[in-house]
């Protein structure tokens, strides 16, 4: 199916590895010239290397000025922005309780997770709004909609960066810019490998997807042939969620 990206432009947070990395590659190849934001240079570089034309910009999606100086030069060397896919993201203390946890530990991947993506959809909404059918997609993950043990931080950052889109669709609505979400299960990255540990992946019990496999979810949303979505979004978790734990 052709996606009708070819010669528009975005902006992907998170772009130094992982699923930021995969969404770069994966619309750099429908023919999106791509601005690639994330706080490490040598991930970048990488990066850029796989993406034809695209722009690296170092920053920290938690520093308000560092992210509104690199949305400016995505814009000023873009010339537009039709796109912007926050990925960017950190998963905080995992198998931790909720009395152990931190109060920063707790801001911190609040600020990473949800406070990242609103600086970087301020900033760039005027250039959004300035574009044609501008999409803004959101990775979030099922742990917007599902809980594991230890990791309520996390969880509670996911659903609060699904119900900022769905908030910002309706804010959006007469702009002509539309805001959604994927919110994948378990993904093969370098971030889910430190948390789980490389065993975990030799032969796992549990269904396993791969970045490039979420890219294709957020690249399709973020195309004019997603059109009438908006508002909500992706969940890939191979089902689980519509599962009942009724035990029959």
């Known amino acids: 199916m052709e996606l009708q990206l070819q010669g528009r432009?975005?902006?992907v947070t998170g772009a130094a590895g992982g699923i930021g990395r995969a969404v770069a590659q994966a619309l750099a190849a429908e023919g999106v010239r791509v601005a690639l934001l994330d706080r490490s240079a040598a991930g970048l570089e990488d990066t850029a290397a796989l993406c034809a034309g695209s722009v690296p910009l170092v920053a920290d999606v938690t520093d308000e000025q560092e992210v509104a100086e690199a949305v400016a030069a995505a814009v000023g060397t873009l010339g537009a922005l039709h796109i912007v896919v926050c990925c960017a993201g950190i998963s905080g203390p995992v198998g931790t309780g909720v009395e152990q946890t931190s109060l920063a530990d707790w801001q911190r991947v609040f600020a990473v997770n949800v406070t990242g993506a609103f600086l970087v959809v301020r900033a760039a909404l005027p250039a959004l709004r300035a574009a044609p059918d501008a999409?803004?997609?959101l990775v979030a993950s099922d742990s917007a909609f599902v809980a594991s043990p230890g990791m309520a931080a996390y969880c509670a950052s996911k659903a609060a960066l699904v119900q900022f889109g769905r908030a910002?669709?309706?804010d959006l609505a007469g702009d002509d810019v539309r805001v959604t979400s994927v919110s994948p299960s378990v993904v093969d990255t370098p971030m889910s490998r430190g948390d789980l540990g490389d065993d975990a992946f030799s032969a796992p019990d549990?269904?396993?997807q791969s970045?490039?496999?979420?890219?294709a979810h957020v690249v399709y949303l973020a195309s004019p042939r997603a059109r009438a979505v908006n508002g909500s979004g992706i969940l890939s978790d191979f089902g689980y969620s519509a599962r009942s734990g009724f035990p029959a």
Do not use: I, K
């Open 135 to 137: 999409a803004v997609v």
């Open 9 to 11: 432009t975005a902006l």
């Open 168 to 170: 910002l669709s309706v």
């Open 206 to 208: 549990f269904p396993v």
């Open 211 to 215: 970045a490039e496999e979420v890219a």
